[in-house]
């Protein structure tokens, strides 16, 4: 096929999707502006249904990993950068009900503050699941450290969304690759075997996961 003529095949398949919009994105970023830019200076909501219209997106299912890494440090100010997404998540949902879902931030790294921002964002917020990194600094999901977060995601038979990462040991490894090429999958890879031979799947079975 020549360059132009993938060009066309391409331009067709994106007016015809914008005729029949029917695709849902799981995996859609959005950036909160009391977080600061964190690498997506480009964002506004306009831009995210700009790009579902052009595309024939119909529906996202909104995330904010950034909001998780800040989450990771295991302090107040770590929960506080979740509780903030969360809630900016909610108003985005809230302005485009048949648009937008969220999946809320969850401080893994704070039992505590995990179990809390569980709560606000299923019973306050209304949230349509969660999203967590397929690393914290140094654990993956099935670490015995996360037993009572994904206890009461059990309970909660609630929607896990499992985003990559870059592990701590391994992103500035040099590769000649991006970690986004590189680690990203092979975190993945590690969060599902970690789930799996920790018996985290097995014993949490209300649990839906995204991968």
């Given at each position: 096929?020549?360059?132009?003529?993938?060009?066309?095949?391409?331009?067709?398949?994106?007016?015809?999707?914008?005729?029949?919009?029917?695709?849902?994105?799981?995996?859609?970023?959005?950036?909160?502006?009391?977080?600061?830019?964190?690498?997506?200076?480009?964002?506004?909501?306009?831009?995210?249904?700009?790009?579902?219209?052009?595309?024939?997106?119909?529906?996202?299912?909104?995330?904010?990993?950034?909001?998780?890494?800040?989450?990771?440090?295991?302090?107040?100010?770590?929960?506080?950068?979740?509780?903030?997404?969360?809630?900016?998540?909610?108003?985005?949902?809230?302005?485009?009900?048949?648009?937008?879902?969220?999946?809320?931030?969850?401080?893994?790294?704070?039992?505590?503050?995990?179990?809390?921002?569980i709560e606000y964002a299923l019973d306050?917020?209304?949230?349509?699941?969660?999203?967590?990194?397929?690393?914290?600094?140094?654990?993956?999901?099935?670490?015995?450290?996360?037993?009572?977060?994904?206890?009461?995601?059990?309970?909660?038979?609630?929607?896990?969304?499992?985003?990559?990462?870059?592990?701590?040991?391994?992103?500035?490894?040099?590769?000649?690759?991006?970690?986004?090429?590189?680690?990203?999958?092979?975190?993945?890879?590690?969060?599902?075997?970690?789930?799996?031979?920790?018996?985290?799947?097995?014993?949490?079975?209300?649990?839906?996961?995204?991968?």
């Amino acid at each position: 096929v020549t360059a132009g003529g993938a060009l066309s095949y391409f331009a067709a398949d994106i007016m015809k999707a914008q005729n029949n919009p029917r695709r849902v994105d799981m995996h859609h970023h959005f950036q909160p502006p009391a977080l600061g830019n964190q690498g997506l200076q480009w964002w506004t909501p306009k831009h995210s249904l700009d790009m579902m219209d052009k595309y024939g997106v119909s529906f996202a299912m909104i995330s904010n990993p950034s909001a998780s890494q800040l989450a990771y440090d295991g302090t107040q100010k770590g929960n506080d950068a979740a509780r903030k997404s969360n809630e900016y998540g909610a108003k985005l949902v809230a302005e485009n009900p048949k648009r937008f879902g969220l999946f809320a931030a969850i401080p893994m790294n704070n039992t505590d503050g995990a179990l809390k921002e569980i709560e606000y964002a299923l019973d306050t917020l209304k949230a349509d699941g969660f999203q967590i990194g397929s690393s914290t600094i140094d654990k993956w999901p099935g670490d015995p450290a996360f037993d009572p977060v994904f206890a009461e995601l059990d309970r909660r038979k609630a929607v896990v969304f499992i985003h990559p990462t870059a592990p701590g040991c391994c992103g500035n490894l040099a590769t000649g690759a991006p970690s986004t090429i590189l680690e990203y999958p092979f975190d993945e890879a590690r969060a599902i075997g970690s789930l799996v031979f920790n018996g985290v799947t097995n014993k949490y079975r209300n649990i839906r996961f995204i991968f």
